[in-house]
């Protein structure tokens, strides 16, 4: 699936980037071969020759880190990347043998086989060559004006191709009960604005690497190389004068910015070149007199854009960013010198994934709910739940506790946060209202029409959404996912069946370990309801100001000693961290890893168990955390993530949280002056 998100309104626990490339094991191993089992603890990955209090990350990851280079088809790899690459198999499994033609093949089989069939024909999608876009690339061509761009640009939304602009539903920030359009910026290439505009040596080269990419994809059109460089070039001018009103994505993550409910006048007023109600009824949406206009600004600038640019101009840039989002299903040579660019230069990738892998990524994308009911019965037992619910129950009650401990806020603040509190919803595992994709079109051997129509198919089915009540049961990634997620608008917590597997939850495990893995995870995400994006929503997903003013200002103060903290950490060379990006994130690793610590003493109730492989259990719970987030990244991967992930590396997420927490300097029996020991901890949850 193609289409990018609208607005971020999920706190995430850990991410894969959208750019993410994971790639190519042998040819042998692309035979039948089966990944290792998830590595389970062991004592013998603790790097003794470390001590835990100079530096933690090192000591419970460092021989890990060396057992796990790098695969030579990925930019990073990590204990969710293990995860992950075990999913990916089951799926393939899944889907190898739906896609067999046999009599008797339910619908869902049909489409989730045909589909993956499809993709993985490479020699049918190189011989068909361009053609399958033959008729969208004739219909740029036929453009006689720029009143016609918005027929164009509604026909190229409505298939997953992001360009001038971003359309979509989402809750209403001030009634989250209700969906409303979402009209946002868009239409880039790069991954954030900044990459536009910033003048040290390393932007300046990419930006150099961009253009001569984009001109590679023209002249494998069939373009001249001095008319494919010009093109390049109007691209990229086009898409600065875009970027140059952009938010960038620290911006992004304060709610306030990124909320303006307007009527369709105030729209209009904002820029009238463009013709918005041909294009709200192009795309399907329904009536509605208001909107949420994410960023006025941009909005308003499109126009200074539309007016600089020829209408030739015009034709050039949809035509590029037809092609970009059609990539995926297109020959060889446009998906190597996509890769090239998007996975090597930004990324520091040096191999193509696997076709099967990327296959099963995009059907994940594209059907995850019909491969996740598949995936379910097969991998997800009900006792699964049950456990998971259990924990999660442990989990909200010490928050509850802490949020009533707590010294700095007030009596009517506290009641409040209970409130909001007691209000969270979970969903574990699966849905329990699977997506219907009865009217998805699957063809066996159209691998590009399959991707479109599954992308028109999903694009209606948000537009459907707008002026219709917020239904908590749709689900926001299939249950293949290895990750979790808090949703503020929605007030609830999602922890997908994938996630729910060693070395995150495990069977085998004492309460600790599985306390400092998926406990500390569910802390995290409960804590996102109440870090400096989630608290200014309240229990039923509004946005609203729930506090007193004193409990706020002391709030800021506690949130801005975590962004000093992390935004003191070295992302790569002379990149450091984004204190402010990551601020939700690392409030809610910190206040998770609390939460989760309190929640096993208090299944605990006084007792302590015997020490394991020489581990107390504080220090096993302490290890748990760590293990969970060893990995390994490329430079540039870590220098692009440093820009627009709101998550931090690993290494911070455990040595940034255990320096703030007493009981690991108790446990480790660290000095007053060890390192992993923050003379004036940061503590908000």
């Not at 799926?91 to 896609?99: F, G, N, P, S, T």
């Not at 990327?358 to 456990?387: H, M, T, W």
């Not at 002379?574 to 096993?600: F, P, S």
Request: hydrophobic residues 35%; negative net charge.
């Amino acid at each position: 699936m193609h289409h990018r998100k609208l607005l971020a309104v999920i706190l995430a626990f850990a991410l894969f980037s959208t750019f993410a490339s994971t790639l190519a094991l042998q040819a042998q191993e692309n035979q039948g071969s089966k990944p290792k089992p998830p590595i389970r603890f062991s004592p013998d990955l603790i790097d003794k020759t470390v001590d835990p209090c100079t530096d933690f990350y090192a000591y419970a990851c460092g021989k890990w880190s060396v057992q796990n280079p790098i695969p030579p088809d990925r930019s990073s790899w990590g204990r969710f990347n293990e995860l992950q690459e075990r999913g990916e198999y089951i799926v393939r499994d899944i889907l190898e043998k739906a896609a067999v033609e046999r009599p008797g093949r339910t619908a869902t089989e049909q489409k989730i086989g045909d589909y993956y069939a499809t993709c993985m024909d490479e020699s049918a999608i190189d011989k068909a060559g361009t053609k399958p876009l033959d008729a969208e690339l004739a219909s740029i061509a036929a453009l006689r004006s720029k009143k016609e761009l918005t027929s164009e640009i509604v026909r190229l939304h409505r298939e997953g191709t992001d360009v001038l602009f971003n359309f979509d539903s989402g809750p209403d920030f001030k009634d989250a009960s209700q969906i409303i359009a979402q009209l946002d910026q868009g239409g880039l290439g790069m991954p954030d604005r900044d990459y536009y505009f910033k003048d040290d040596a390393k932007s300046v080269e990419l930006r150099a690497k961009y253009i001569a990419h984009m001109q590679k994809i023209f002249e494998l059109l069939g373009d001249a190389p001095d008319k494919a460089a010009a093109q390049a070039k109007v691209v990229m001018e086009i898409e600065t004068g875009l970027a140059k009103n952009a938010f960038d994505q620290t911006t992004r993550r304060d709610p306030q910015k990124v909320y303006h409910k307007m009527s369709d006048k105030d729209l209009a007023a904002l820029n009238s070149t463009f013709d918005w109600n041909a294009y709200f009824e192009g795309v399907g949406a329904p009536k509605f007199d208001s909107l949420n206009v994410v960023e006025p600004e941009f909005v308003k600038g499109m126009q200074g854009v539309l007016d600089a640019h020829s209408l030739d101009e015009w034709k050039i840039y949809l035509r590029w960013h037809l092609v970009h989002e059609s990539v995926t299903m297109l020959p060889a040579a446009f998906v190597n010198e996509n890769f090239e660019f998007f996975s090597k230069t930004l990324q520091g990738t040096k191999q193509l994934r696997p076709r099967w892998k990327r296959c099963v990524g995009y059907e994940n994308g594209d059907l995850g709910e019909a491969i996740g009911q598949i995936y379910v019965q097969e991998n997800f037992p009900a006792d699964s739940k049950a456990r998971m619910l259990a924990l999660v129950n442990a989990l909200e009650k010490a928050l509850g506790q802490d949020i009533q401990s707590l010294p700095w806020m007030g009596d009517e603040t506290k009641k409040q946060a209970l409130v909001k509190l007691a209000a969270i919803t979970n969903r574990i595992g699966y849905p329990d209202k699977w997506r219907d994709y009865s009217s998805l079109e699957i063809v066996r051997g159209d691998a590009l029409g399959n991707s479109q129509r599954s992308n028109r198919f999903d694009f209606q089915r948000r537009m459907d959404k707008i002026g219709k009540p917020l239904d908590k049961r749709n689900w926001p990634y299939p249950p293949m996912t290895v990750n979790a997620s808090y949703s503020p608008n929605e007030n609830n917590v999602t922890f997908p069946a994938a996630i729910l597997q060693p070395p995150f939850f495990d069977n085998q495990a004492d309460d600790a370990m599985n306390f400092g893995a998926i406990g500390a995870g569910i802390g995290h995400e409960l804590t996102h309801g109440f870090d400096d994006e989630g608290s200014q929503f309240d229990a039923e997903g509004n946005l609203r100001d729930w506090w007193t003013a004193d409990d706020k200002k002391k709030f800021e103060e506690r949130t801005s000693c975590i962004r000093d903290e992390y935004g003191s950490f070295v992302a790569v060379d002379d990149v450091k961290m984004n204190g402010q990006l990551t601020l939700g994130e690392n409030t809610a690793d910190n206040g998770g890893l609390r939460i989760a610590y309190m929640a096993l003493m208090n299944t605990l109730a006084g007792k302590d168990p015997a020490p394991i492989d020489g581990f107390t259990t504080q220090q096993r719970y302490f290890l748990g955390w760590a293990n969970v987030w060893c990995q390994n990244q490329t430079d540039a991967l870590k220098r692009m993530l440093a820009g627009i992930d709101p998550h931090s590396q690993g290494k911070y997420r455990v040595n940034g949280t255990v320096k703030n927490m007493p009981e690991f300097r108790e446990a480790f029996h660290c000095a007053a002056n060890a390192a992993m020991v923050n003379q004036n901890a940061c503590r908000v949850w």
